[in-house]
């Protein structure tokens, strides 16, 4: 287009390089990563509206690769689904999880709730569920402290067979979310059709929500409609007092957010704990 067209080719040929580079060497990396020590599990506060207490936390998978330092979860996740090791992480995921959930309820915080992240890719797995309850079981944990969170846009696809691995999951007492509400597609027919415990608001819709008139008419009124279905709501992504206030006014039942807290290591949750931090 321009004189220095070939330059500029060279220039974009490079980046694709190195972000191809850096891509092949993350997918190789990744499958060394759990027995390397390099993945971790960061707890981040779900918080109660009608008391202001922890009411459990979501499980957040962390990579400290040693040459990039943090990946998000955001980028490594889908490698891990893509090259088949998903299965493999989310079972470290979930056995940390019970792990320091144990620790917890020996320090006399018997009530809180666990989440944690369920792709896809895990739940349409055969052996998904009996493994699930055997990782449980070896961790002496009950069922019902256990809240797997899934996100819609996966489960749209089959809803037939989504709801029956969803009722396989509620008939041993483990509870089903449904995640990032509202971001995917058929949303309202997922949300009709699959028996979920608690629905979560996508942080998308929270932003602002008290001066925003869109998320403030969709936020309210998503809210009506997992209340009346019987379903708990938990707000993602809570950052200001505005907005707690707008989610406190409407009933929600819980939120997560950087107000309250980020995702922090298991130490220093259990720091939290013991402060008994509140809202
Ligand atoms: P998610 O499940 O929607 O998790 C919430 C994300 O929002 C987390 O990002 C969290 O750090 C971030 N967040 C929480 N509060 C706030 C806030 O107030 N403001 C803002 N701006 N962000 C907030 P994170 O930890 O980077 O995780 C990204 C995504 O990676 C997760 O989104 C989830 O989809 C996926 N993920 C993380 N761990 C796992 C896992 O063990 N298994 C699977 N399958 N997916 C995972
Ligand atoms: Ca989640
Ligand atoms: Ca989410
Ligand atoms: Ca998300």
Redesign the pocket.
Known sequence: VQENGGNDCEFYSWVLDVHTSRRQRLENDLHYAIERGELSVHY?PQVSLKTGKIMGC????RWSHPTYNMI???TF?PIAEEIGL?DK??EW?LVQACKDLKKWQAFGFMSLKMA????VFQLNKADFRQKSINTLLANNILPKYIEF?L?ESCLVQDLVMAKQKIEALNSLDIRVSI??FGTGYSSLKSLQKLPFNTLKID?SFIQNVETNPSNSAITSNLIKIARSLGLKVVA????TVGELNFLKQHQCDGI????FSY?LPASEMTNLLREGKCL
């Not at 979501?58 to 998978?61: F, M, Q, R, Y």
């Not at 944690?116 to 792709?119: G, H, M, P, R, W």
């Open positions: 981040q979501e499980a957040l998978a998000s979860p955001d996740i998903i992480i989310g995921v944690v992240n369920i792709s969170e996100t995640d990032d942080r993602e992504g809570v950052e997560q957010g950087f107000i995702p």
